[in-house]
């Protein structure tokens, strides 16, 4: 499903059609010989449809474990896909690049900003001769400075470690960034900056980007569309305001519920019985059935198709309460 400009379908920057990404973990010897244990298969992604248009910011939410990161990752080609495809300007392919959730681990730390922008340089194609001039353009555009270029990532706070990460992602003039839960491990007062900073970059080049968060106030502050996962696959998208004030999925309205509200009670909480099903064993038919107040007999088994709600276009829902 694509939105429209001049009456004419748009084509995706980037677009995911039956996305699958599975891994396959053997049990220990002790295990085996004890349990008779053997090779598991965890869905991390089965099945996931999605698009983000150029200069768009798609928010991602969903429980820890639910395949998120795993989707981010396949899109920008640091993990093959299972099965399915990823378009990138409409053809096969990967494309775009990563900022990672800890600036702690994700630099190198035997490597300073210079060898580490340096990297990309190289790979984007940049002379020997021009890469100095460069790595100062991206560190001033992400608010570094030259006298930065030579030092390690021991030497910086974790805000400015999360900026020489983007100045990385950046300096492959990406049309497409993944970023991976980008404020999570940096103090409140830091996390401002670095929002401020994408949404500026955005501005200045058009650059689209899946954000990946467990903070719904960020993803409803930064999201032009917004995307629910629960265990593998996606259980409801649409535009940020119509999804935040008319949740439509089960899931959705519980994750929503747990926002705070100044002003108001928390009576509307719901809150969720049981666990989290076991990607390695996934339920039958819609992957919430086993958790959700409102579950049919035809939950468990049988796929929910995608309904797009009736008067709110681009709002669309996997699940048989809405069929």
């Excluded at 378009?87 to 900003?113: C, D, K, W």
């Excluded at 839960?181 to 899946?210: H, K, M, R, W, Y």
Aim: some cysteine.
């Amino acid at each position: 499903m694509s939105l429209k400009s001049n009456g004419q379908p748009r084509v995706p920057l980037v677009q995911t059609v039956g996305l699958k990404r599975y891994f396959h973990s053997k049990p220990g010897i002790l295990a085996r010989a004890l349990a008779g244990e053997k090779e598991r298969t965890v869905k991390a992604v089965d099945g996931v449809d999605l698009f983000v248009h150029e200069g768009e910011t798609l928010g991602l939410v969903g429980e820890s474990g639910c395949g998120k990161s795993t989707l981010g990752r396949v899109i920008v080609g640091l993990y093959p896909p299972t099965a399915g495809e990823v378009f990138y300007e409409g053809r096969p392919g990967t494309g775009g690049q990563m900022i990672f959730q800890n600036p702690y681990a994700s630099l190198n730390p035997r490597h300073t900003v210079r060898q580490i922008l340096g990297v990309a340089l190289e790979k984007r194609g940049v002379p020997l001769e021009n890469r100095e001039e460069e790595s100062i353009r991206l560190l001033e555009r992400v608010g570094l400075a030259a006298h930065h270029l030579d030092q390690y990532p021991r030497q910086f706070s974790g805000g400015q470690r999360q900026r020489i990460g983007i100045a990385r992602a950046l300096a492959m003039r990406p049309r497409f960034i993944v970023a991976d839960e980008p404020v999570s491990a940096l103090d409140v007062s830091v996390q401002a900056q670095i929002l401020n900073l994408l949404e500026g970059l955005q501005e200045e080049t058009g650059v689209s980007f899946l954000l990946i968060s467990h903070d719904l106030g960020v993803v409803h502050h930064m999201s032009h569309r917004v995307a629910v996962m629960y265990l593998g696959r996606i259980a409801e998208t649409g535009p940020t305001e119509s999804l935040f004030e008319n949740p439509a999925h089960p899931y959705t309205r519980a994750l929503l519920s747990a926002i705070p509200r100044l002003g108001k009670t928390r009576s509307g909480r719901i809150r969720l019985e049981g666990s989290v099903p076991s990607a390695v064993d996934p339920p039958p038919g819609c992957r919430f059935q086993t958790r959700c107040r409102h579950r049919k007999d035809i939950c468990a088994a049988v796929d929910p198709p995608a309904v797009e709600l009736r008067g709110d276009p681009g709002h669309v829902v996997w699940c048989h309460l809405h069929t």
